[in-house]
Structures are given as C-alpha cells and as structure tokens.
C-alpha cells in the first residue's frame, strides 16, 4: 500500500497558523502523535512491563513530550541537557533510560542522582560509572552491546563493525562482572544496530542475538538480566511509494523469538522517536522565487538549517502545495533555501504543480530528527513549533530571534 499523504489540517488552517506564527514554521499533529503512540503499545501488548522510552534527540520539545508521558512512555536521553530536561519536567527516575556515549563523569552523576537507567556504552566507561556510583543504590542499569560483524547495519547509523556504538560479548561479560558488584537491582541488555529500517526481519534477527548473547552472558557472569532494550530504528515511509513500517509483524516476529527462547520473563523496551512522531511533523514554508536558470528552482523561505535530513543524507521529504492537490503536476523544480551550500535543496527535480510565490508549500514526515538538528549556520534561526490540536495551534517553541543569536557575543 502506497504511502498516506492526508494533512491533518487544510489551506485555510495553514493560512491561519501561518498569518498567526509566521514561516518557516513546525506544526505537529497531537492526535496523531496520539494514535501513532497507542498503536505502537498495542502491537508489544504481550510483552512484559513494555515501554517505549522514546528518543528525546528526535524531538526535544516538553510539550510533545509531555503528550508522549501521557501515553505511557518513557524518556531516553542521550546528554546532559537532555537529563537536565527531564529534572526540569519533573519526570521520575524510572521513566528515564540515558544512553550516551563517550559520557563525562559528572553526567553519570546527575544521571544516578535522578535515578535513571545508565545505560553503559563501552567497558573504559565501567571505572568512571562505578566511581560516580559509589555506594549508591541505583535501580536498573544496561549496557549496549555491538554486534560487530554478526549483524548488518544501514546508512544512516552504520555497520556495526564500523559503529563507535557498544561493545562485544566478551567486552559486555567483563563488564557486568565488575557491575554486579555493585548496588544495583536490574541489568539489561541494550543494542540499537539499525536506524529508520522499514524490514520487520531486521528486529526479528536483533532480538534474536540479543537473546543469544543474554543467555552466554547470564551464564558466564552468574547474573540474571530483567529487561532488554531493542532500541530504536522502526521505519518512517518518507517515500510515496513505500509501505508503512509493519509494526503488528515485526512485534510479532519479536513476541516468538522471545517465547522461542523461554524468555518472557524478560521485560522489553524500545526507545522509538522518528517511529512516534515522525509522520506527524510537518514544516510549513513559503515559496519566495520562482527562478528560472538551467533548471527551475522554487526559492523558500525555510532553509536546511531547519530541515538538514535532504541536506545531509540527500532524504526524501514529501512536499505538498497546499491548495493545488487536484492541479496537474506538469513541472520539475529544486525547491532550494537561502544558505550559501548548494546542498541547501528540500527537493531536486521533483514534480510539483505550477507553483507561484506566496504558495504554502509542506514538506512532510518532519516530526523527528528535524527542528532538533537545527544549526545557525550563516546566521539562520530556527522556526517556531506549534502544536495542533482540533484544528487550533498553540505554539509549543519561540523562534529564536537575532538577539538569541546575539546573545553569547563579545562585542568590546
Ligand atoms: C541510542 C538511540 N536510541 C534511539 C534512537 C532513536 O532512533 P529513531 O528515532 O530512529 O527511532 C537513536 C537515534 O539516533 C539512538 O541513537
């Protein structure tokens, strides 16, 4: 089945949202967000204790956020501020995973002060994790395992082999022999080898290694682990012709490996966030310039420092003219931003309709990943968020303004 294109909002929502909060602008889709995060407890139903901690770098925004605690999920971190922004939110230890990597000292200090999952990245980090725990008491930690050559990754994260990411069996057995010495309640088993892969096989074949390096590792350590984290990586069909990712499949092909391997004792955890709000994101942008040169380039007044995904790893976002959905797509454009990078492209020689300036153009599945990799490259500033909800927006983020650009500046 092809991919689903229906805005949750139409030309005169748009004009209003826009008039009111400007472009570029992000608008995100609450019930959406809403639907897309039950369906995703739905299909892990079966499993014990489930929990989506959902990827904080995807979307860090506390009103989003917020939307995804009352679904029931959790939070994974990745750095310092991330935490911070739990502290601020009042989110309780037990809702916080912390994966980082390379991670200072004082950051698994704050992390075992709020009682979060450490979730432990390579064995030199083992000494320095210990140290800041002391005599501590802390409830649950992971470490992250890397598959090396038993398992393929993709573009995006990298092939494992490759990966600056976890650890081997042998590096993760030496590790929990030391952790197991200390205060700690829960072990886990973290890897996450994939990112945005739409084959429900892959997480099948994760589950099924990590299962086998839980058993090796129970049995050569004399510990017993309580919980295994997939991680993230379930697919977004950024392409028309692509099918949604299967998640009943793949939590299903996930359900038997673990039943396969008498395993339901195991609680099981994900930390999905391009999966969850993904599709849900939307960045509204104005055509500026209709420029005619060797080919046809649509000027708009967003750049890639609000979206750098088609920059960066030349991905496909989908983009609407809003208002001209029934107009016949005759033309070939690149619809470009003002940086001085000529991979400042949201589109290259993609069909669109006649497009004038003044067009309301959405580029679209720009709900993770997006607003957050956001840069001030050439003195760019980021857009403003707004959070839709009965077809009314509240803005949940300010655009930054030349003075949060200034603000850091010296200038005597
Ligand atoms: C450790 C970790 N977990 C989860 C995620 C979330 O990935 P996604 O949003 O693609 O599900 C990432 C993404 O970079 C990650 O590095």
């Not at 037990?94 to 450490?118: C, H, M, Q, W």
């Not at 919980?227 to 379930?234: A, V, Y």
Request: aromatic residues 10%; charged residues 25%.
């Amino acid at each position: 089945m092809k991919k689903d294109l229906t805005l949750p909002f139409d030309l005169r929502t748009a004009q209003r949202l826009t008039e009111k909060f400007g472009t570029p602008v992000y608008v995100y889709d609450e019930e959406g967000i809403r639907a897309q995060s039950k369906k995703l407890y739905k299909a892990f139903d079966w499993a014990k204790g489930y929990r989506n901690f959902f990827a904080v770098k995807a979307t860090p925004t506390p009103a989003i956020l917020r939307v995804l605690q009352e679904e029931g999920m959790g939070f994974d971190c990745s750095s310092r501020a991330e935490l911070l922004m739990m502290d601020r939110m009042r989110i309780p230890g037990r809702d916080i995973f912390y994966t980082s990597n390379n991670t200072p000292k004082e950051d698994f200090e704050l992390a075992i002060k709020l009682g979060a999952t450490v979730n432990i990245d390579d064995f030199a980090q083992i000494p320095v994790f210990m140290e800041a725990l002391g005599s501590k008491h802390l409830g649950s930690v992971a470490a992250r395992y890397n598959p090396g050559g038993k398992h393929t990754g993709n573009s995006i994260i990298g092939h494992p082999k490759d990966a600056k990411f976890g650890m081997g069996v042998e590096s993760l057995i030496e590790s929990f022999s030391y952790l197991k010495k200390c205060n700690i309640q829960r072990f886990g088993l973290h890897a996450m080898v994939a990112s945005n892969e739409l084959n429900p096989r892959y997480f099948e074949d994760t589950v099924k290694l990590i299962l086998s390096e839980v058993k090796e590792i129970e049995e050569r350590t004399g510990i017993e682990f309580s919980f295994i984290n997939l991680g993230g990586g379930f697919g977004l069909n950024y392409k028309t012709d692509q099918a949604e990712f299967d998640i009943a499949t793949a939590a299903e092909l996930i359900r038997i490996a673990v039943l396969s391997a008498g395993r339901e004792d195991l609680e099981v955890y994900t930390e999905n966030g391009r999966y969850v709000t993904g599709p849900h994101g939307y960045l509204l942008t104005k055509a500026r310039y209709i420029m005619r040169k060797d080919k046809t380039y649509i000027g708009v007044d967003a750049s890639m420092h609000n979206l750098m995904r088609p920059g960066m790893y030349g991905a496909y976002h989908h983009i609407t003219v809003l208002g001209r959905e029934d107009e016949p797509v005759t033309r070939s454009y690149d619809v470009v931003g003002s940086l001085c990078e000529n991979n400042d492209k949201f589109a290259i020689d993609r069909e669109l309709p006649w497009v004038q300036p003044g067009d309301i153009m959405v580029i679209h599945d720009a709900g993770a990943h997006a607003h957050a990799m956001g840069f001030n490259y050439n003195g760019m500033l980021r857009s403003a968020e707004v959070l839709l909800n009965n077809g009314e927006g509240r803005r949940i983020r300010k655009a930054e303004t030349v003075d949060d650009y200034f603000r850091n500046l010296i200038w005597e």
